[in-house]
């Protein structure tokens, strides 16, 4: 052995590196200058020779074996660090040239670091993780990677034999981030991190920050570059910049890729480039605006539909590769198809192989485990008030709107992140500073993410499946607001549902269902929704939901959506409720599309056509939806007919709607409803239409209102009220002239006097009670409940006999 090169060695470091326990191995391996010369020192397992070769190969120096091994190094001339490369021969006579990862100088700066361990690193993503690059010429992969509390980070894969004592990894500073440059790797190489931490447990752990992994059971992360695709659908993007989606119709097409559809030659899923063409006919057909898709993240466990997510910055591989779902996100664009991704920032789960104790510490997650366990759901919960923790969620959400164009994010489960008892009993969880309950790291996180995702102003949304009544959820920061967007109404939602479940006979004795919404309407910017979460785990379907036998379960349907559309608010639904599929969601079945050859599920399916056709070309039911001056009550108290009727008002006058829902099995015919002023309305559209699977109850004529007092206003129509459905009628105001109110005054007060005449002589005549003005008949389906015959509702015998008594 050189007798200057043994001087110049540390051999504690020697066995740090041989003993894989080193986390600054640039300290030992490679070069180093010396006043001697340069020292170029290397750990190669499994190997017996090892020669430095410079000079393009017209010098070789020999390396020393300074450990059995595999620990090579050697002192050559000189004063510059030349070029060089390893030319290895292993024990089984193979033989390898290898470049030094340890030339190449870090590609995270010191301000970057530091920026990220403040929490404020917003493009974190673009270095940690595994990047390909070329530096000084060299083609390799940069990997990075947050464990603070490692002893030794080490990058394996089938490049190094998954043997982590061969590439160990650089602590940067005193970031907690080790990096390394590994010339050679290409995309498509699968790779890992071996973490060794303190008290020497050694495990490998998937990236945290890969943009790609291996399909379900393996877990390894795989080297991708997001860059080689392009994009055009820079029209879209400059559109959606100063588009306003508060006044624009807007409603969502929630689905699964997964089972949406399923490919009939054996395959479990359609790759992304397979799904759009088809995806976005169908939701052009129907008429949506955008598709809201649950989680797309990397996810172990199907069951968990993706709400589980152990690779977030990561498409899944079941539907192919991140360029694959690049061309998805691209040609929903073009097809003018907003695309809103569902994400998952409360909790993660416990696989060894993910975050959980990350480098040997709780280091994604609090560490007590009141304050870092979900007890129900099984899951880990997120530590907010770690900086790097909020910048790895925050850094994740810009990600998948800078890099893959979404426009939106569904930020699942907020209710659980604000809340700190969210779940659990008495015993289970910690108080804030201050002894209440509310989740102040988690509520700063939320305001800085919002903040951040907005300052872009490129249109972008957040939405908020918050299910509670915490204040201001979409009010802007600025105003001690969370800032999202959008809420969904879950409160309506219930109410709504649990009303539309019940028989109808006993659905007068819960009209708050129908109108209590309208009391906190206006608090938040809310979407009306009909999700997944609706259609699963023994809550049957939409169309399984509704009441009756199977003509009345359509009608109720009907009904149903069409109260979701008229009433304020965006909207949501979820797949296969469009056309009334009874089975539950399944995530291991494809929609019963077949049910479409059947005349009831088509008509369903056009009627869902014709009411989203009708919402889009409508400014009343969509331009002021969050302004209390575009709703007003026409008649909300009809608790015995199971009826309410109101006025949706756009900019103009000229686009006011009236819309009367009655949500009875009875015709109700000539019935008086108030109208906001003296003119003319038309029906535009009736549920019961023949069309549609109803009975054909509409309203052929338009109705010219009369000087007749109702509902408190002075002027009333007389219509045909569908059974079991709505009706939506254009509104075009009629100026009065003087002697025509003087005429029709009379005229009024006259029929009204030959009414009461008349009543007053069948009374006597009969000796029976006269009916009232507003009749109603029974539909020809029966209202009944599953098991037996009821009649549909109670008769309003009391409007009745106060007439008869009015004619006395």
């Known amino acids: 052995m050189d007798e200057k090169l043994y001087e110049l060695m540390d ?51 020999p390396m020393d074996m300074e450990d059995e091994a595999g620990y090579f190094a050697v002192l050559i001339p000189g004063k510059k660090i030349p070029d060089y490369t390893f030319h290895v021969t292993y024990e089984n006579g193979t033989t390898e040239e290898k470049i030094d990862p340890y030339v190449f100088a870090p590609q995270i700066t010191e301000k970057e670091a530091k920026k990220f361990n403040a929490g404020i690193c917003y493009n974190i993503y673009d270095k940690l993780g595994a990047h390909p690059m070329t530096i000084n010429g060299t083609k390799g992969v940069y990997f990075a990677v947050w464990a603070p509390n490692a002893m030794r980070v080490s990058v394996v894969g089938d490049f190094n034999l998954w043997d982590g004592r061969r590439l160990p990894m650089r602590r940067f500073q ?33 990236d945290p920050y890969a943009n790609a992994a291996e399909l379900r059971p393996n877990t390894a992360s795989v080297v991708t570059d997001l860059g080689t695709f392009e994009w055009t659908d820079q029209a879209w993007m400059e559109q959606r910049k100063t588009a306003d989606t508060k006044t624009a119709p807007m409603f969502v097409y929630e689905l699964h890729l997964g089972s949406w559809k399923k490919p ?62 690049m061309y998805f996100m691209n040609y929903m664009h073009e097809q003018g198809i907003g695309v809103i991704l569902d994400w998952v920032p409360a909790h993660f789960p416990r696989d060894t192989f993910g975050l959980s104790g990350f480098d040997g510490t709780c280091l994604y997650e609090h560490f007590d485990p009141r304050q870092g366990s979900h007890p129900h759901w099984g899951t880990l919960i997120y530590n907010y008030g770690r900086p790097e923790v909020s910048n790895f969620l925050i850094a994740n959400a810009l990600f998948w709107k800078n890099v893959y ?3 939106g994010i569904r930020m699942d489960a907020v209710a659980s992140m604000l809340y700190l008892d969210y779940g659990k009993n008495d015993g289970e969880w910690v108080a804030n500073i201050y002894g209440g309950n509310e989740n102040l790291e988690a509520v700063e996180f939320l ?18 499946e918050e299910s509670t009544a915490w204040p201001k959820i979409t009010a802007p920061v600025q105003e001690d607001g969370l800032g999202f967007d959008y809420k969904w109404n879950m409160g309506w939602m219930n109410d709504f549902l649990g009303y539309m479940q019940l028989d109808p006979f006993f659905r007068s004795y819960h009209h708050s269902g129908l109108t209590f919404g309208m009391i906190y309407a206006y608090s938040e910017d809310f979407i009306l929704t009909f999700s997944h979460d609706e259609v699963v785990h023994g809550k049957g379907s939409m169309i399984g939901k509704m009441p009756g036998k199977r003509k009345l379960k359509f009608a109720n349907l009907r009904a149903a959506y069409g109260f979701q559309l008229t009433h304020p608010g965006k909207k949501l639904l979820f797949m296969g409720q469009d056309m009334a599929q009874f089975s539950e969601w399944n995530e291991e079945k494809s929609l019963e599309w077949d049910l479409l050859q059947y005349e009831e599920h088509q008509q369903l399916h056009n009627f ?79 549920s019961d239409s023949k069309e549609f699977g109803g009975d054909g109850n509409t309203n052929l004529r338009v109705k010219t209102s009369r000087k007749s007092a109702c509902d408190d206003r002075e002027n009333s129509i007389q219509i045909l009220v569908p059974p079991m459905g709505f009706s939506i009628f254009r509104c075009t105001r009629v100026e009065e002239k003087p002697e025509e109110k003087t005429k029709e005054k009379k005229a009024s007060v006259k029929a009204e006097k030959t009414e009461k005449a008349a009543a007053v002589r069948k009374t006597a005549k009969s000796g029976k009670t006269a009916p009232a003005k507003k009749t109603a008949k029974a539909v020809t389906a029966p209202a009944a409940s599953n098991t037996e015959e009821k009649p549909a509702v109670k008769k309003p015998a009391s409007r009745k006999k106060t007439a008869a008594q009015k004619a006395e």
């Open 11 to 61: 051999w504690a470091g020697v066995e740090s590196i041989v003993y894989s326990e080193e986390d600054c191995p640039q300290k030992y391996l490679g070069p180093h200058l010396t006043e001697v010369g340069i020292t170029i020192q290397a750990f190669f397992p499994d190997a017996k020779e090892a020669v430095v070769v410079t000079g393009g190969g017209k010098k070789k120096y």
């Open 174 to 206: 005193d970031s907690g981030i080790f990096e390394l440059f590994v010339p050679g790797l290409e995309t498509g190489t699968l790779y890992k991190y071996e973490i060794k931490a303190k008290g020497g447990l050694t495990y490998l752990k998937a």
């Open 264 to 325: 009939e030659d054996g395959r479990l899923f359609y790759n992304y480039r397979e799904i759009a063409p088809m995806l976005a006919e169908y939701v052009k057909e129907m008429g949506y605006t955008h598709i809201e898709i649950l989680p797309v993240m990397e996810h172990p466990f199907d069951g968990s539909w993706g709400y589980q997510v152990t690779g977030y910055y990561a498409p899944t591989a079941r539907y192919g590769t991140p360029q694959d779902f």
């Open 405 to 407: 164009h979404a426009d």
């Open 447 to 464: 305001k800085h993410l919002n903040s951040i995702f907005k300052k872009d102003k490129d249109g972008a949304l957040l939405i908020a």
């Open 608 to 686: 869902m056509k014709a009411l989203i056709r009708l919402y889009r070309e409508q400014p009343a039911l969509y331009s002021r939806d969050y302004e209390p001056a575009g709703f007003e009550w026409i008649n909300c108290i009809s608790a015995d007919e199971n009826m309410v009727s109101f006025i949706r008002r756009g900019e103009k006058e000229e686009n006011d709607l009236l819309v009367v829902c009655n949500f009875s099995p009875l015709v109700y015919e000539n019935h008086k409803i108030g109208v906001p002023y003296s003119g003319k309305f038309k029906e535009i559209f009736n």
